[in-house]
């Protein structure tokens, strides 16, 4: 008899801590989903600087206006930091600019997207080294503006490195 009371006490007991429990657990099940952040550019941590090679690329007139002027390319550790000095445009206009595969005659498509230019000046870190950008065929160019893009307002070739006599241009592009 009196160890029934006690099953029967326990039992409640359970029932009653299982149900607390279930309550604790459905109040508190926040399932978030852990959002992974996808093409985010990663940042990378500033690698130490090996080279402090640097070349200035003259801009020329573009296909359709002329804001000519130069950029500044600076090997830094895996990375390059590219400055844009042109002839500004409309004040606080941003004008997109990127490197471009190909030709300022033959525009191909967007390599790397640079920083848009704005009263002439742009600078942006691009995650590529300088050798990189030397072997293959790239053009710097600016665009009018992002509603008129088509309209080119300078460009200027990325000047290719030559191993020895023969250029060989093109020939490791490994992207
Ligand atoms: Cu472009």
């Given amino acids: 008899m009196r160890g029934r009371v006690l099953a ?3 039992t409640m007991a359970l029932v ?4 607390a429990c279930g309550q604790y657990g459905a109040g508190n099940s926040t399932s978030s989903p852990t959002a992974t952040p996808s093409g985010a550019p990663a940042a990378q941590p500033t690698p130490p600087i090996t080279t402090e090679r640097s070349l200035t690329v003259t ?3 573009g296909r359709d206006a ?3 002027g130069t950029a500044t390319l600076s090997a830094k550790g895996d990375q390059t930091q590219v400055v844009l000095n ?3 445009g409309p004040a606080g206009v941003a004008q997109p600019s990127h ?4 030709t300022c005659s033959e525009l191909g498509g ?3 997207p640079l920083a848009s230019v704005v009263d002439g000046k742009s600078t942006t870190m691009v995650g590529a080294t300088l050798d990189s950008l030397q072997r293959g065929t790239f053009v710097i ?5 992002a509603a008129e893009i088509g309209v080119y307002v300078t460009c200027g070739a990325i000047p290719s490195q030559t191993a020895g006599t023969t250029p060989a241009v093109g020939s490791n592009e490994p992207y």
């Avoid at 490197?99 to 190909?102: E, K, L, S, Y």
């Fill in 59 to 61: 801009l020329g007139p």
């Fill in 16 to 19: 009653v801590l299982l149900a």
């Fill in 66 to 68: 002329d804001q000519s």
């Fill in 141 to 145: 160019n600016v665009h009018k503006s």
């Fill in 8 to 10: 029967t006490v326990l």
């Fill in 110 to 112: 967007i390599r790397y």
């Fill in 86 to 88: 042109i002839k500004p």
């Fill in 99 to 102: 490197i471009h595969a190909g």
